[in-house]
């Protein structure tokens, strides 16, 4: 079909759907001059596939951010009847609602039956409730779960804070018949501690062992326990199950606390994981041992895409050893994130060329190191010089050159003292919080310990702590992070809108596109900084007289690679980010309507 015939197609197909809708059809003679081309039609398929999955799936039924107070039996009701009323059910999102322990009884009854049951989308849905009530809500609907003879895909039980007692809830789930098949274990921000990390690994290991048994082992792919205060010993009982599992794709575990032994552990253990794709302990304490342990361990493996070492100390010796790890293998490298590591100009200029053959790298992230000026003019030649600057991050926050070389970080003797103090402080620190534990009541506590505990290791970390950087919107533009979004603070919304210029429509969309590639399901933080922070960009943009919205979404659709450019853009990596930021907006005041129905006719075609 010609570019021509398909633009006509498409436009007569909205006609018709918005001509049943009684909407005025303002765009068609917009549409006839637009030069473009649709693209991958495949692609566009899986696009508009995915978007209609962002809202409900198939056998899904979903009450997801209602905020609804369920306390008893009474109040479920309704969802009660609609469970038993739904025929061949086999996904159930309660995200976003307060459920107490007469509710979850109801729903968990319900549930008996379920037997096509897969996907529990169960993450924040315990707010406001006592600790106590939670063990028991999860029993309960563990056990109907089994009862129904449920074989699980997914279960997300991010972001509940429950505590080591929370995993005691789901024990007897974990061990069973309904998690043999388990491929997505997503605990996100639950507080789990170390004790709570010793019971989890026990409960896969036993999973592992009961169902290989059976002829048809667990095979875990997605793996996600960030902030949980997991600690060494809890990672290095959870490395002990990824090596029985061997099946693990993606591992998410950054904000633990974990030192050189933990992370030696789990450098242990991927080795024994060959299909790895993704790898991201950001924000623990890898120290020279633990980053040469891990560099060690990557070197076999062939399928890493993704590799997020921010904000772990991995010091100059560590990079250089990451770097040789690069260069003898990683092909297909997509993401290097080795930012705020205290790393000198020399194993930048390593990892640099480490990188310079593989041709799938999108992001290098070296900022917040110790490169000092010369370093990073040096940095950024070796990289545009290999014809690979535009993929070299901000270095916006480098923090100069060390002070004090003979204070070398590569001392040994300094190094094992700065690590035998770290560890001693985190053991007391470990005993701390699990007092603290047996006298929370309810998550708000429990997130103030969080925040004070992780403020308390930043004090004591081996090395001087710098001062806390100031907010940098250019940096997170041009390489975002999730992190980064959230280190620019509560007033990031204005900070974005004020960085932006608005009256341009193609900047509005890139600067979506990056603020969206950030968005994170699994964390309730970033998802409400990336929600908060495109709403409030795209109603100044809406708003500002002469923006042209036709244009917005040509250059939405020509970055996504939906219709081809004159200009030779090159399209974006499609993420699901992008995809579920377009579902919310496209369902908000601001966004015109007859823009959603260009969108809707672009991707169903």
């Known amino acids: 079909m010609t570019a021509c015939r398909l633009v006509c197609a498409v436009a007569r197909f909205v006609f018709e759907r918005q001509e049943r809708a009684g909407v005025c059809l303002v765009w068609v003679k917009s549409a006839r001059q637009c030069s473009g081309v649709l693209m991958a039609t495949d692609i566009v398929a899986q696009l508009a596939d995915s978007l209609s999955k962002t809202g409900v799936e198939e056998g899904e039924l979903s009450y997801k951010g209602q905020g609804r107070k369920l306390d008893n039996a009474e109040s479920v009701e309704e969802i009660v009847k609609e469970i038993r009323d739904f025929q061949g059910l086999q996904a159930l999102r309660l995200e976003g609602n307060t459920i107490g322990v007469e509710a979850a009884l109801a729903i968990a009854k319900a549930l008996e039956n379920k037997s096509e049951f897969k996907r529990c989308y169960w993450s924040d849905m315990f707010t406001g409730r006592l600790r106590s009530e939670i063990p028991p809500s999860l029993n309960a609907l563990g056990d109907a779960l089994m009862m129904a003879g449920a074989r699980l895909t997914v279960l997300d039980l991010s972001d509940n804070a429950f505590g080591p007692d929370g995993v005691k809830g789901i024990e007897n789930l974990l061990k069973s018949t309904a998690c043999y098949t388990l491929q997505e274990l997503r605990l996100n921000n639950c507080g789990m501690g170390v004790g709570g990390g010793k019971i989890l690994a026990a409960s896969l290991i036993e999973c592992h062992k009961q169902s290989s048994a059976k002829g048809a082992p667990l095979r875990l792919k997605v793996f996600v326990a960030g902030r949980n205060r997991l600690e060494n010993d809890g990672a290095t009982a959870l490395a002990q199950a990824f090596q029985v599992m061997g099946s693990l794709e993606e591992?998410?575990?950054?904000?633990?606390?974990?030192?050189?032994?933990?992370?030696?552990?789990?450098?242990?253990?991927?080795?024994?994981?060959?299909?790895?794709?993704?790898?991201?302990?950001?924000?623990?304490?890898?120290?020279?041992?633990?980053?040469?342990?891990?560099?060690?361990?990557?070197?076999?493996?062939?399928?890493?895409?993704?590799?997020?070492?921010?904000?772990?100390?991995?010091?100059?010796?560590?990079?250089?050893?990451?770097?040789?790890?690069?260069?003898?293998?990683?092909?297909?490298?997509?993401?290097?994130?080795?930012?705020?590591?205290?790393?000198?100009?020399?194993?930048?200029?390593?990892?640099?060329?480490?990188?310079?053959?593989?041709?799938?790298?999108?992001?290098?992230?070296?900022?917040?190191?110790?490169?000092?000026?010369?370093?990073?003019?040096?940095?950024?030649?070796?990289?545009?010089?290999?014809?690979?600057?535009?993929?070299?991050?901000?270095?916006?926050?480098?923090?100069?050159?060390?002070?004090?070389?003979?204070?070398?970080?590569?001392?040994?003797?300094?190094?094992?003292?700065?690590?035998?103090?770290?560890?001693?402080?985190?053991?007391?620190?470990?005993?701390?919080?699990?007092?603290?534990?047996?006298?929370?009541?309810?998550?708000?506590?429990?997130?103030?310990?969080?925040?004070?505990?992780?403020?308390?290791?930043?004090?004591?970390?081996?090395?001087?702590?710098?001062?806390?950087?100031?907010?940098?919107?250019?940096?997170?533009?041009?390489?975002?992070?999730?992190?980064?979004?959230?280190?620019?603070?509560?007033?990031?919304?204005?900070?974005?809108?004020?960085?932006?210029?608005?009256?341009?429509?193609?900047?509005?969309?890139?600067?979506?596109?990056?603020?969206?590639?950030?968005?994170?399901?699994?964390?309730?933080?970033?998802?409400?900084?990336?929600?908060?922070?495109?709403?409030?960009?795209?109603?100044?943009?809406?708003?500002?007289?002469?923006?042209?919205?036709?244009?917005?979404?040509?250059?939405?659709?020509?970055?996504?690679?939906?219709?081809?450019?004159?200009?030779?853009?090159?399209?974006?990596?499609?993420?699901?980010?992008?995809?579920?930021?377009?579902?919310?907006?496209?369902?908000?005041?601001?966004?015109?309507?007859?823009?959603?129905?260009?969108?809707?006719?672009?991707?169903?075609?």
């Open 251 to 605: 591992v998410y575990m950054p904000q633990n606390g974990i030192n050189h032994p933990g992370v030696t552990a789990l450098a242990t253990s991927i080795q024994h994981n060959p299909g790895l794709r993704v790898l991201n302990l950001n924000d623990n304490t890898f120290s020279e041992e633990g980053a040469i342990a891990m560099a060690e361990a990557l070197k076999p493996l062939r399928n890493i895409q993704v590799l997020n070492f921010g904000d772990c100390l991995v010091r100059p010796a560590g990079a250089i050893a990451i770097s040789e790890a690069i260069s003898e293998g990683l092909p297909i490298l997509r993401e290097l994130n080795l930012s705020f590591c205290e790393i000198t100009e020399e194993a930048a200029l390593a990892v640099a060329q480490a990188v310079k053959d593989k041709d799938q790298l999108e992001r290098l992230d070296l900022n917040g190191n110790n490169l000092g000026d010369e370093g990073c003019n040096a940095l950024k030649k070796a990289m545009d010089s290999m014809n690979m600057g535009e993929i070299l991050g901000s270095l916006s926050e480098d923090e100069g050159e060390p002070e004090d070389d003979d204070e070398d970080a590569d001392d040994d003797v300094v190094e094992d003292d700065d690590e035998e103090e770290e560890e001693d402080y985190n053991e007391e620190e470990g005993e701390e919080e699990e007092e603290d534990d047996e006298e929370e009541d309810d998550e708000e506590e429990l997130e103030e310990v969080e925040e004070e505990e992780e403020e308390n290791i930043r004090n004591k970390l081996s090395t001087p702590v710098s001062p806390p950087r100031p907010p940098d919107v250019s940096s997170f533009l041009s390489f975002p992070s999730p992190d980064k979004l959230l280190k620019l603070g509560a007033k990031r919304s204005l900070l974005i809108e004020q960085q932006v210029d608005v009256s341009d429509a193609t900047k509005t969309a890139e600067a979506f596109l990056k603020i969206a590639s950030v968005y994170k399901e699994d964390n309730a933080d970033v998802k409400n900084a990336v929600l908060d922070s495109i709403d409030a960009l795209l109603k100044k943009a809406f708003a500002t007289p002469g923006f042209q919205g036709y244009g917005f979404v040509s250059s939405l659709l020509v970055l996504l690679g939906l219709i081809k450019s004159e200009d030779k853009v090159k399209p974006v990596l499609m993420v699901p980010g992008h995809l579920q930021a377009l579902e919310h907006v496209v369902r908000q005041q601001y966004f015109p309507k007859d823009n959603v129905a260009i969108l809707e006719a672009f991707m169903s075609r």
